[in-house]
């Protein structure tokens, strides 16, 4: 039996079409318990697929070489989701406008807090430079995150779990966190959700509100910009 | 679909194109993003339209929607760095929790305050000695 297995299993191991099957099942398997969990922001299906293959690689000795040999092709499309988000973006210019100095101000301060706090955790606990820099654009869209960690020296996969880990955590403790602080504005919610824990949050508030949901859009897209701009020069003083 | 992926793929071309002629340290697709941002707010403002054009909306927004997917390739990576885990999950957790907490709250309030703030401006009725 184990045989037989070993028999399919050898030349299939190494097309890279198996690791893009696997890849879209794990994910298409991570969206099925998402909706079976009643939209919980805890089920990530992008940590669950993470998961799932990880365990699968582990499981079988696939080296990640062999593996990404398949997924590259997803991991392609990384490129132009990110110039996607232009779209969104552009189609809010409108609110900007508007709120032009709230928005800068907040955008400015939250983006700073994020990456100094977040550097300084590291470094305070006597983390290693690699994590530091890391953690430094976790709170940006992920495809915006891993490049510029790529950038600076970090480790884009790190940073993609970081990113979606902080994500998670804002998804789930924001709403109740700004109530507790008398901020009832939507768009201070939706920007915040947006510039701390991208589209993860993004999406817990946008289920919620619709002014918060083209804030939130503003906070991901803004953010994703100034913290490429800023945190290559911040890394470079930082030598 | 063909001409929507073209004008993403050909923005992310000349942002990679501009980041090796210029040695700017931003990633080529975030320059592709700001190129494409750019190009709508013109067209939005000669149009009179800030809806983006249907020949690239439908697969922008598919593609974002279905964004988590494309993290995952790079997320497996993280099996390779379990050991990097292992011995710093303290700094790496407070690190995440602390800034994430701090970075929402200061978005939020500085937002807060200033949509509060009346702007001093406006021609309101507030300076009459009345």
């Given amino acids: 039996m184990s045989a037989t297995i070993r028999h399919l299993w050898t030349p299939l191991s190494t097309t890279p079409l198996l690791w893009l099957v696997v890849t879209l099942a794990a994910y298409a398997g991570g969206r099925w318990m998402q909706r079976a969990c009643g939209g919980s922001p805890f089920a990530s299906p992008v940590l669950i697929a993470i998961l799932i293959v990880g365990t699968i690689m582990v499981s079988t000795g696939t080296s990640y070489d062999t593996y990404f040999a398949g997924a590259q092709f997803i991991h392609f499309l990384l490129g132009p989701v990110t110039v996607a988000l232009a779209v969104p973006l552009a189609e809010n210019f409108a609110l900007v406008r508007r709120h032009i100095s709230s928005i800068g101000l907040a955008l400015l301060a939250g983006s700073l807090t994020s990456v100094i706090s977040g550097v300084g955790i590291v470094w305070l606990l006597g983390g290693s430079r690699s994590v530091a820099l890391s953690m430094a654009p976790k709170a940006v869209t992920t495809p915006i995150a891993m490049a510029v960690s790529h950038q600076i020296g970090g480790v884009p996969a790190l940073t993609a779990s970081l990113a979606i880990l902080g994500g998670i955590l804002a998804a789930i403790i924001g709403r109740h966190m700004l109530a507790r602080f008398q901020i009832d504005d939507w768009r201070a919610h939706g920007l915040a959700a947006g510039v701390a824990g991208s589209g993860i949050a993004a999406a817990q508030v946008a289920a919620i509100d619709e002014i918060g949901a083209a804030f939130a859009a503003l906070g991901i897209g803004l953010n994703g910009l100034l913290t490429a701009l800023l945190v290559p020069l911040l890394a470079a003083l930082w030598r | ?130």
């Fill in chain 2, 1 to 130: 679909m063909p001409s929507a992926m073209l004008i993403l793929v050909g923005c992310q071309l000349v942002g990679e194109l501009l980041r090796n002629a210029f040695q700017f340290p931003i990633p080529g697709p975030v320059i592709g993003m700001f190129l494409l941002a750019v190009i709508l707010g013109i067209r939005a403002n000669r149009t009179g339209n800030d809806r983006a054009p249907p020949l690239l909306k439908p697969t922008a927004e598919g593609l974002i929607a279905n964004m988590g997917l494309l993290f995952v390739p790079a997320g497996v990576g993280i099996v390779a760095e379990a050991g990097v885990i292992r011995r710093e999950w303290l700094p790496i957790v407070v690190a995440v929790a602390g800034s994430t907490i701090l970075s929402l709250l200061v978005t939020a309030l500085v937002m807060h305050w200033t949509l509060r703030t009346p702007h001093t401006s406006s021609p309101d009725h507030q300076g009459d000695a009345s």
